[in-house]
């Protein structure tokens, strides 16, 4: 079965799609939650799921034990879900091809260093776009700039808000994450 690590520091819904969607077809496991913050929700759903977790620090993410500890999970994939600090370069290199990130919006349009969370859906409709939508992307070691693996639409229509879009953002991410995960994991 194979394993995969979950690095994410908030809510926790794009984990949770993912922890059930393994839950139910038994191909593979969320086998550990990575977090840097220890109020995150996500822990919440670790806690309810019986699923290990390790918090990390600025300077414990810089580490080489961290590596150690997440080889010890032996995973096949490292799955971003809500994870805000850039990947350091030799971790990308340690995992090389093997970490993906869920960015709420279609790259390469309001991605980059800070555009996260609400502020990427305000830029969208500051913007005027008619279309928003994920883009699931290889991470390497500029933010939001690796290959993209697969984009998925929605309409923003006149009067939308950014929680409205965040919403619509939301039910394409749990669509769709688990799916590309599964099929990434298949072709492996
Ligand atoms: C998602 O919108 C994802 O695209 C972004 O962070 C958000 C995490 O949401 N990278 P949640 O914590 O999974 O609800």
Redesign the pocket.
């Known amino acids: 079965m194979d394993s995969i690590i979950v690095f994410?520091s908030?809510?926790?819904?794009?984990?949770k799609a993912i922890i059930e969607h393994f839950n139910e077809n038994k191909k593979a496991k969320v086998s550990l939650i990575v977090c840097n913050n220890p109020e995150a929700?996500?822990l919440e759903i670790a806690k309810k799921e019986h699923i290990p977790f390790l918090i990390i620090t600025k300077k414990t993410f810089q580490e080489v034990l961290l590596l150690e500890q997440l080889h010890d999970y032996q995973p096949s994939l490292i799955v971003?879900?809500?994870f805000l600090w850039k990947i350091p370069e030799h971790f990308v290199h340690e995992f090389k091809g093997k970490i993906i990130?869920?960015?709420?919006a279609l790259l390469p349009s309001h991605g980059g260093k800070g555009m996260?969370?609400a502020k990427v859906h305000d830029a969208v409709i500051n913007a005027k776009d008619r279309q928003s939508g994920?883009t699931i992307h290889e991470v390497n070691e500029r933010y939001d700039e690796g290959a993209i693996i697969l984009q998925a639409r929605c309409a923003v229509k006149e009067g939308d808000t950014a929680d409205q879009l965040?919403r619509k953002?939301?039910e394409l991410?749990h669509f769709y994450y688990p799916r590309v995960i599964e099929q990434l994991l298949a072709s492996k």
């Not at 908030?10 to 984990?15: E, K, S, V």
């Not at 990130?101 to 709420?104: F, G, S, T």
């Open positions: 994410a908030g809510t926790g819904t794009n984990a929700g996500v971003l879900a809500g990130n869920i960015h709420p996260y969370g994920i965040a953002i939301h991410e």
